[in-house]
């Protein structure tokens, strides 16, 4: 069974970094886009960055020059470097996944989620 498991969320001063990891267990078949999104408790959960197969991404405007988003394909693990942190950025991290598995079923899966905390 696919599962995606994140790490690297904590607290972190503003102007600092942090590096989110998120991998996929269970040898997905293939995986296609992969996306990091985020969410505030009473608001709607926000796209953050999405990386295609082909390596194509999109951010969105608040994080553009900030956030970047890679991935390892031969560890079927996606990544996001945030920099510059800001306290607006606090919000539970999700990553997210658009793959198919051994059995050739295509399916969106998400992780559990990882809590992001700017603050001095």
């Known amino acids: 069974q696919v599962q995606l498991v994140e790490s690297g969320g904590g607290l972190v001063q503003p102007g600092g970094s942090l590096r989110l990891s998120c991998a996929a267990s269970g040898r997905p078949f293939r995986i296609y886009a992969l996306g990091w999104y985020r969410q505030i408790p009473g608001k709607e959960r926000e796209t953050v960055a999405t990386i295609r197969s082909g390596g194509s991404t999109n951010y969105a405007d608040s994080v553009k020059g900030r956030f970047i988003i890679s991935r390892d394909n031969a560890k079927n693990t996606v990544y996001l470097q945030m920099n510059s942190l800001d306290p607006e950025d606090t919000a539970v991290y999700y990553c997210?996944?658009?793959?198919?598995?051994?059995?050739?079923?295509?399916?969106?899966?998400w992780g559990q989620g990882t809590q992001v905390t700017v603050s001095s």
């Open positions: 997210n996944a658009d793959l198919t598995t051994q059995r050739g079923v295509r399916g969106i899966y």
